[in-house]
C-alpha cells in the first residue's frame, strides 16, 4: 500500500525559504511521477512541481519556476521541495502525489490524473 506523508509545513514571512517533504512507502517508485501540488482557500488544487523518481527531468509551473526546486533523498526516500523567495500567494495546502508512468512517457503525464496522494501540509506566507 502507497503512503505518502508531508512534512515541513507551517507560516513564514514573504521572502522566507521552506522546504517540505514527501516520505514515500509502500512499494518501489524508479518508475513513478512524483508531483507537489497545491490548494489555496476556495481554489482548486493546482500543479506545482514533479519528476520522475529514476530520472532526472523536473516540471515546474510558470508560478514558481525559478523559485521552488523538487528533488529526490535516495537514501531518505523522500521527494522535497524546496520553496525560495515565498511569496503571500503560495499560502496554500501543498500535497504529495505519485502515478505510474510508462518508460517511453510523455511529458503532459505529470501534470495530472495522480493515483496517490497524501493528507497535505499547510504552508502559510504573512506578508
Known amino acids: 500500500q502507497v503512503q505518502l506523508v508531508e512534512s515541513g509545513g507551517g507560516l513564514v514571512q514573504a521572502g522566507d525559504s521552506l522546504t517540505l517533504s514527501c516520505a514515500a512507502s509502500?512499494?518501489?517508485?524508479?518508475?513513478?511521477?512524483m508531483g507537489w501540488f497545491r490548494q489555496a482557500p476556495g481554489k482548486e488544487r493546482e500543479f506545482v512541481a514533479a519528476?520522475?523518481?529514476?530520472?532526472?527531468?523536473?516540471y515546474y509551473s510558470d508560478s514558481v519556476k525559478g523559485r521552488f526546486t523538487i528533488s529526490r533523498d535516495n537514501a531518505k526516500n523522500t521527494v522535497d521541495l524546496q520553496m525560495n523567495n515565498l511569496k503571500p500567494e503560495d499560502t496554500a495546502v501543498y500535497f504529495c502525489?505519485?502515478?505510474?508512468?510508462?518508460?517511453?512517457?510523455?511529458?503532459?503525464?505529470?501534470?495530472?490524473?495522480?493515483?496517490?496522494w497524501g493528507q497535505g501540509t499547510q504552508v502559510t506566507v504573512s506578508s
Open positions: 502525489a505519485a502515478k505510474y508512468v510508462r518508460p517511453l512517457y510523455s511529458v503532459s503525464e505529470f501534470y495530472s490524473n495522480y493515483e496517490h
Open positions: 509502500g512499494r518501489t517508485f524508479s518508475n513513478h511521477a
Open positions: 519528476m520522475r523518481w529514476s530520472a532526472g527531468m523536473t
